[in-house]
């Protein structure tokens, strides 16, 4: 029997719409909204692509929302200035500087410059503190993870001493996701497991895991026999194996594959991610929710 196939299309729907839900009562109650400025430099494809999703899906759901395009050589003091602005703008409750950056600018200066209490990515050593002490310190849990937390819990797999075994150690994927799993709360603790280039046997590690967590960047890393019966597998990883033309646009789209090969494991894990539509849906969703967050704490109410 083939495995449960975990949709984050379908989960984006549904988180989507309750966020929706409660900004209108906050507007109604409150008469405010979330506000979110998306500052973007340069003209990068992808991150051109990313930033108009996080836009549309903004509007959809009734943020506020600011766009704040910078050509490729702005200088590092004049996007300081920007995220100063948008620091001091009352109207706005999250702050998104889409990464990469140019290599003139260094990013860290620009992530250190956000106003942690705005930082809906989750990246200011504030907000990784805050996250490693767990509970209620937590602000802003960072959008992939918190996707992928999400999706386990939504889909109903218990991580209560769950094995859970992450492939990756990146501090956007692999070390904030192993943190939060290995919490003392709801929709964590598990014992945790992280692997890397350095590991000795990943194939050991891999095999006695109940929930497999792969953010490596490396496609079909995870072989099938790899995977212990049943258990679940979540792939984050979103890796370009060549192009194809769209039946929708008739344009050249990327060919995704993730870092398992799904036709093979789905037969024998018990659920499973596709790509693409399956973390990479619950990142935007959760860029938003943290927005919703940050209006909430700041009117007492989260
Ligand atoms: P990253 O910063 O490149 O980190 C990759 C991690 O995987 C590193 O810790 C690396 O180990 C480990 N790794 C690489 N090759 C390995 C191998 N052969 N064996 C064992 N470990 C290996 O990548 P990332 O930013 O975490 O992203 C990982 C993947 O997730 C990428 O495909 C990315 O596109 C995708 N991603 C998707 C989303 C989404 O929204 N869907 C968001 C973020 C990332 P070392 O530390 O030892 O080098």
Redesign the pocket.
Known sequence: MGAKIIS?TEFRKEILDEISTEVNYIKEKHGVVPGLVTILVGENPASVSYVSLKIKTANEIGFKEVQENRPEDISEEDLLALIDKYNRDDTIHGILVQLPLPKHIDEKRVIYAIDPDKDVDGFHPVNVGRLMIGGSEVKFPP??PA?IQEMIVRAGIKTEGAEVVV????????KPIANMLLQKSPGANATVTV?????RD?AAHCKRADILI?????PG?VKPEWIKPGACVID????RVGEKISEKTGKKVPILK??VDFDAAKEIAGAITP?PG???????TMLMRNTLRSLKFKLGIA
């Open positions: 984050g959008c992939t996707g492939v990756g150690r990146s501090n956007i994927v692999g692997v890397h280039t350095r590991t990943m792969v953010a490596a960047g490396v890393l984050v990883g979103v890796n993730g870092d790509v399956g973390v990479g849906p619950m990142t935007i």
